[in-house]
């Protein structure tokens, strides 16, 4: 118990500064899962079902839900995942508030926040360069992702090293989420050149 206080003491995952950014993230992100999967089961009841995120060809949620890589792991639907998922981020961080937790339990939560980001990240290349259409409510959750995957990476090394790098990288942590940003948005742009070119010029 000594060892874990006395981590704790310097433990920046356990302050409600980052503890109510998850919550608050992880309850945004929640929201958009929950209506993925409302249009998802209005599909499934309904195939000539438009869902109310289909605007037009390239921003259209019925090409990514029907896509196979809506259903990666044994079919489960993505948006199921997500709501399991934010459910878990927003009961832990609630807990974390008054219970402390060791390095190691930090150390699974920031591998499946990772893969969570690494998951996102791959799902927005196969919509880009393989569905080749755009779901808002899918982008919703890319966006929430983001942020949680690099602060929570930042905080976590801020908390477990104490080399002075880390708290350099701790205080970029906001460029890394921007620059995470405008990468996708770029890459949105060049591969939809054409679309955005005739809206915008």
Same mark, same amino acid.
């Given at each position: 118990m000594n060892e874990i206080a006395s981590v704790d003491k310097k433990n920046f995952l356990h302050s409600k500064s980052y503890l109510f950014t998850v919550i608050g993230l992880a309850f945004i992100g929640l929201l958009a899962a929950l209506q993925l999967m409302m249009e998802k089961i209005e599909l499934w009841k309904n195939p000539n079902?438009?869902?109310?995120? !289909?605007w037009n060809p390239l921003f259209s949620c019925q090409g990514p839900m029907e896509s196979w890589q809506s259903g990666v792991f044994w079919g489960i639907p993505n948006p199921l995942i997500g709501i399991v998922a934010f459910v878990v981020l927003i009961v832990v961080s609630i807990t974390a508030l008054n219970v402390k937790f060791p390095k190691w339990y930090w !150390? /699974?939560? /920031?591998a499946g926040i990772t893969a969570g980001w690494l998951f996102a990240m791959w799902l927005m290349t196969q919509s880009l360069y393989d569905i080749k259409a755009l779901c808002i409510y899918c982008m919703v959750v890319w966006a929430i992702v983001i942020p949680l995957f690099w602060i929570t990476l930042t905080t976590f090394i801020k908390t477990y090293s104490d080399k002075k790098w880390t708290q350099y990288l701790y205080g970029a942590r906001y460029a890394l989420i921007i620059l995470n940003y405008a990468a996708i948005i770029l890459m949105i742009y060049v591969q939809f050149a054409d679309f955005f070119n005739l809206i915008l010029f």
């Open positions: 079902y438009v869902p109310t995120c !289909s !150390s /699974l939560w /920031l």
